[in-house]
């Protein structure tokens, strides 16, 4: 089951989080907070991203499960759905939504709640980027229960 809802991303009742990412090339210490990325750094506390770094590089598309920190998730799934100049692509936003649901399922996650992948920093169209997340849930949704969230300001 897929549906898109309006608001916080941090606030959803799922047993997973996905952090739309870089390719973790540049240590996370050096980033300025941003995005999802930032408010998770913000809510969790510096653990998930100091699990992340030990990955090293990790190839565009692709996903890593980490603790949640002080976030009562299950874990937070990183998807590097961004490239080397900072832009997300449809490829990279399919694959990204592909390995997350594949991580999800290796974990035993049930639910799983995922941003807009590429349309903060990624520069991608909401609007597009939604389509193409769409379609790949629909292929590779299975059994979970996933939530694609639009952020919201309160």
């Given at each position: 089951m897929v549906r898109v809802v309006e608001g916080d991303l941090l606030d959803q009742p799922v047993d997973a989080i996905v952090n739309a990412?870089?390719?973790?090339?540049?240590?996370?210490?050096?980033?300025?907070?941003?995005?999802v990325s930032g408010a998770i750094k913000r809510r969790a506390g510096t653990q998930p991203f100091r699990e992340l770094a030990r990955v090293g590089p990790m190839p565009l598309g692709t996903a890593v499960v980490t603790s949640a920190g002080r976030m009562p998730y299950k874990g937070i799934i990183h998807v590097a759905g961004i490239n080397m100049l900072w832009r997300a692509s449809e490829q990279s936003i399919r694959d990204s939504v592909a390995h997350a649901l594949a991580?999800?399922?290796?974990?035993?996650?049930?639910?799983?709640?995922?941003?807009?992948?590429?349309?903060?920093?990624?520069?991608?169209?909401?609007?597009?980027?939604?389509?193409?997340?769409?379609?790949a849930l629909e292929a590779g949704v299975g059994g979970l229960e996933v939530t694609v969230v639009r952020y919201c300001r309160k």
């Open positions: 990412w870089n390719r973790n090339i540049i240590p996370w210490w050096l980033l300025l907070p941003q995005g991580r999800a399922r290796e974990h035993g996650f049930h639910s799983v709640a995922f941003p807009i992948i590429g349309a903060g920093s990624g520069g991608f169209d909401e609007a597009r980027a939604l389509e193409v997340m769409r379609a």
